[in-house]
């Protein structure tokens, strides 16, 4: 994702430096953000100033995020979830209850889903991270994603790229086998406008293209 040319510091093993400051990511990831974030929320959740983190608190957390190896000082109490939107300028992963019940938060953490808003940034030391932002291969959307679209799988679409991750995770567990199955798997994660049933017809879909792939 990230443009190796450009002249941002890493470190001798290839990290790629990010302050709480933020985040010379937020712009790179907010620009190549796929089309399911939303632009202007995008741009709401790029890098804030950060409060001062007391020594105690202050945490380097390397981890490799879409592809990208990064090495990035977080508040030991951050999130996951806050690190990506607030520091990474991720928005993607959404912020439903922040209690672990809605799945709009969801992401993949070594190829594994999770409520990112229930896991510390700490806890991906050295794990590999994949949000929506990551999914599609360059300019083609990745068979769950595009599923989505062709089933009318979303409304307001709020939840949705907590779906897909958890639509993706779904299927790659075997889970994906038959309507109540997924209705069963998939029922982490709320949609609050409803749309279900173009979710399943999605998943059962984009199940049977991964299956081929
Ligand atoms: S925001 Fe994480 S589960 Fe709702
Ligand atoms: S599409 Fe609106 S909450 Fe799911």
Redesign the pocket.
Known sequence: MTDDSDSTPKNSEGYLAVSRRGAMLGAVAIATATRFADSAEAQSAAPQPALPVPADKALTVRTTINGDMLEINVDARTSL?DMLREQLGLAGA?????????????VHVDGRRV????TFAAKVEGREVTTIEGLAEGDTLHPMQQAFIDHDALQCGYCTP?QIMAAVACVQEGNATSPERIREYMS?N?CRCGAYVGIVAAIQDAAAQMRRA
């Open positions: 979830l959404k912020k439903g209850c922040d209690h672990g019940q809605c799945g709009a938060c969801t409520a990112s808003c229930l907590g982490g709320i």
